[in-house]
């Protein structure tokens, strides 16, 4: 059985950072990508950043380039998401989610994705 956990959101002010972390498990060695999507109250839900399973190629949405980076990390088996200068339009519940079918595009559509975690809250103060 797969499993997506994301964890590491909270309050946090203007400027600051967190870290989020989606633990994964199950069968995974067919996954292509890892991606983590927001969705902010109101509005769609949307592409924050992706990384392949294998650990490359990381891929960001351009609202969040140079502030953000993703990466994997083997020992923990988690993917994270390391968010700094966060910015108040940053609040969301952040989602991770893994794709396992091989897209010869980007993977920036939520409908690539099989597996999805249940969110973990961002709010970022003023």
């Known amino acids: 059985q797969v499993q997506l956990v994301e964890s590491g959101g909270g309050l946090v002010q203007a400027g600051g950072s967190l870290r989020l972390s989606c633990g994964v498990s199950?069968?995974?060695?067919?996954?292509?990508?890892v991606g983590w999507f927001r969705q902010a109250p109101g509005k769609e839900r949307e592409f924050v950043a992706g990384?392949?399973?294998?650990?490359?190629?990381?891929d960001y949405a351009t609202f969040v380039k140079g502030r953000f980076t993703i990466a994997r990390d083997d020992d923990k088996n988690t993917v994270d998401l390391q968010m700094n200068d966060l910015k108040t339009e940053d609040t969301a519940v952040y989602y991770c989610?893994?794709?396992?079918?091989?897209?010869?595009?980007?993977?920036?559509?939520?409908?690539?994705?099989?597996?999805w975690g249940q969110g973990t809250q961002v709010t970022v103060s003023s």
């Open positions: 989610a893994a794709a396992v079918s091989y897209n010869s595009g980007t993977y920036h559509r939520d409908y690539l994705y099989d597996y």
């Open positions: 199950g069968r995974t060695f067919s996954w292509h990508q």
């Open positions: 990384i392949r399973w294998g650990g490359w190629s990381p």
